[in-house]
T-cell receptor, first 112, second 117 residues
Framework: EDKVVQSPLSLVVHEGDTVTLNCSYE??????LLWYKQEKKAPTFLFML????IEKKSGRLSSILDKKELFSILNITATQTGDSAVYLC????????????FGKGTKLSVIP | GAGVSQSPSNKVTEKGKDVELRCDPI?????LYWYRQSLGQGLEFLIY????????KSGLPSDRFSAERTGGSVSTLTIQRTQQEDSAVYLC???????????????FGQGTRLTVV
């Protein structure tokens, strides 16, 4: 059974701090790993990673994938209160490559 | 529309009643997914539609759950004889699938929060 584990489950930081969110996975026939930010209900897409060692960057957010060690990290620098959300990691794998297996998420709270 | 639209946004129903949840995907997106998110849990895959192909229903938790997609656009998820454990946020997502090698981005709707009392 495919498995995606995120850590920590929750995190409280002060504005300006840098945070690292972790996602490890055990899947058959890995295809890609996706990060989403979930505020209230709808997850919004952040990154899709398919190759090891290539950093994806968008503003203060960046992510990298290690396919050998089966994990990804999401970094957020100079955090702001607007970064408070649940960050979801999802992995697509297998012959039916459209299915995504999601982790339980990391709840990030940024306090002023 | 500009995004994925789901209705209703909230639904409270009595145990044993049937409910229908609706999803309007982004125009032109051929792939449509339904996911369920229970409190404190990750998203759980329910069903996938791709164009005119037969849907993948492998994630539906029981035969009380069914879904259809009419005309390759709007989808309806139906839950019959609702149970309290069906209470969750039901999320719909659509994407423009560009192949089976990589996962396309999926754009999510705001979800329907279902509460069975």
């Amino acid at each position: 059974e495919d498995k995606v584990v995120q850590s920590p489950l929750s995190l409280v930081v002060h504005e300006g701090d840098t945070v690292t969110l972790n996602c490890s996975y055990e899947v058959t026939n890995f295809r890609s790993l996706l990060w989403y930010k979930q505020e209230k209900k709808a997850p919004t897409f952040l990154f899709m990673l398919t190759s090891s060692g290539i950093e994806k960057k968008s503003g203060r957010l960046s992510s990298i994938l290690d396919k050998k060690e089966l994990f990804s990290i999401l970094n957020i620098t100079a955090t702001q209160t607007g970064d408070s959300a649940v960050y979801l990691c999802a992995v697509g794998a297998g012959a039916g490559s459209y299915q995504l297996t999601f982790g339980k998420g990391t709840k990030l709270s940024v306090i002023p | 529309g500009a995004g994925v639209s789901q209705s209703p946004s909230n639904k409270v129903t009595e145990k044993g009643k049937d409910v229908e949840l609706r999803c309007d995907p982004i125009s032109g997106h051929t792939a449509l997914y339904w996911y369920r998110q229970s409190l404190g849990q990750g998203l759980e895959f329910l069903i996938y539609f791709q164009g005119n192909s037969a849907p993948d229903k492998s994630g539906l938790p029981s035969d009380r759950f069914s879904a259809e997609r009419t005309g390759g656009s709007v989808s309806t998820l139906t839950i019959q004889r609702t149970q309290q454990e069906d209470s969750a946020v039901y999320l719909c997502a659509s994407s423009s699938a560009f192949g089976r090698v990589f996962h396309p981005e999926a754009f999510f709707g705001q979800g329907t929060r279902l509460t069975v009392v």
